[in-house]
Nanobody, 123 residues
Framework: QVQLVESGGGLVQAGGSLRLSCAAS????????MAWYRQAPGKQRELVAN???????NYADSVKGRFTISRDNAKNTVYLQMNSLKPEDTAVYYC????????WGLGRYFDVWGQGTLVTVSS
């Protein structure tokens, strides 16, 4: 069983910064893609950024130049550094891990989600 646990959300003023973390737990050999999504009230969940195990990244246009995704493969952890936050960044942020290879041949997991962490940016 693989679980994702996010941390780092909270309330921040516009222009401020926050750093989100998401740690995957369980018997994990490797994780191909880790990502951050967000869902604002009344809107669909959208991709914020993703990163492969090799370090290739992809960002939504709305966060390019402000957010940075990174990961520590040894710790099975992904981070999202959010700078120059805007009120429109307010949302529940979800961590996602896809194509997880379990250790000792115990299986493979796809599209695993964390429980979400709330980020509120005040104007």
């Amino acid at each position: 069983q693989v679980q994702l646990v996010e941390s780092g959300g909270g309330l921040v003023q516009a222009g401020g910064s926050l750093r989100l973390s998401c740690a995957a737990s369980g018997s994990i050999f490797s994780i191909n893609v880790m990502a951050w999504y967000r869902q604002a009230p009344g809107k669909q969940r959208e991709l914020v950024a993703n990163i492969t195990s090799a370090g290739s990244t992809n960002y939504a246009d709305s966060v390019k130049g402000r957010f940075t995704i990174s990961r520590d493969n040894a710790k099975n952890t992904v981070y999202l550094q959010m700078n120059s936050l805007k009120p429109e960044d307010t949302a529940v942020y979800y961590c996602n891990a896809d194509d997880i290879v379990a250790a000792w041949g115990l299986g493979r997991y796809f599209d695993v989600w964390g429980q979400g962490t709330l980020v509120t940016v005040s104007s």
